[in-house]
């Protein structure tokens, strides 16, 4: 039996010059091009069938649109660098200790504050703080992402059957034909209400699989001014998927 995946997310234009179904790619979204009397399901088989091309074509546009986009992370983890999150910057205070592996700690929501072993070389500073860093990130994600769970889906009982966080470079979140909802923990270098925003889109999916008029009225009864954090994703998305 064929694994599921979750269903591509795209929207549809009617056109009465169009001839054949086709697909247009860019920075913010996929579009189908289809003819008039075209069923949806066949619209449906078509961008199922070309999965695979829209996917990389995805990571193409996403390579050329980051490479262009200002990166938020330092370029060295180094005493007094800023790390990105939860839309701000934060500094970096490094110390040595006797713990024998690298630790975090967020120091009053205002500062990294890294305990490194005693014994490493000044060289390894960096590549092992930010190897923490994201380890910490993603521990932090799965703690977010399911308090927003917990915050948003009773109201509608828009339950997901399990929530799992992983490192994407072209999509901020998916929800699978099951209802598997996949988050991007990149999200935590965005502002928390960027990151709630997402959590709401892929819950509002387990009720409309598509993107209707009916899906983003319901994306709406959770945050009225949803379109506000959407564009600060439009935005900013490209620096905040370059990551650490």
């Known amino acids: 039996m064929n694994k599921q995946t ?3 997310p795209y929207k549809l234009r009617r056109s009465s010059r169009a001839k054949n179904t086709r697909i247009v790619v860019t920075a913010d979204k996929i579009e189908v091009v289809a003819p008039l009397k075209v069923s949806e399901r066949r619209i449906q088989d078509f961008v199922q069938a070309q999965k695979d091309w829209i996917e990389a074509a995805l990571k193409r546009v996403a390579g050329r649109v980051q490479a262009a986009a200002p990166k938020l992370a330092p370029s060295e983890y180094r005493d007094g660098a800023h790390i990105p999150y939860q839309g701000r910057r934060l500094p970096l205070k490094i110390t040595t200790g006797k713990a024998k592996t690298v630790r975090i700690e967020l120091l009053n929501d205002e500062m ?21 860093l994201t380890r910490w990130m993603k521990n932090q ?4 992402v399911q308090l927003w769970v917990d915050l948003h889906a009773p109201r509608f009982a828009l339950f997901p059957r399990s929530i799992r966080i992983k ?54 009864e959770h945050l009225p001014d949803f379109k506000q954090r959407r564009l600060w994703l439009k935005q900013h998305g490209a620096s905040v998927m370059q990551g650490l």
Request: hydrophobic share 45%; proline share 6%.
């Open 6 to 8: 979750a269903p591509l």
């Open 112 to 132: 990294f504050w890294v305990k490194l072993p005693v014994g490493i070389a000044d060289e390894q500073y960096s590549a092992l703080i930010q190897q923490a």
């Open 141 to 144: 994600a799965k703690q977010h």
């Open 167 to 220: 490192t994407q470079k072209s999509r901020w979140g998916s929800c699978g034909p099951q209802n598997d909802i996949n988050m991007n923990w990149l999200l935590m270098l965005a502002p928390a209400a960027v990151l709630e925003y997402v959590v709401v889109h892929e819950l509002c999916h387990i009720k409309h699989k598509n993107h209707s008029p009916a899906f983003w009225q319901l994306v709406g």
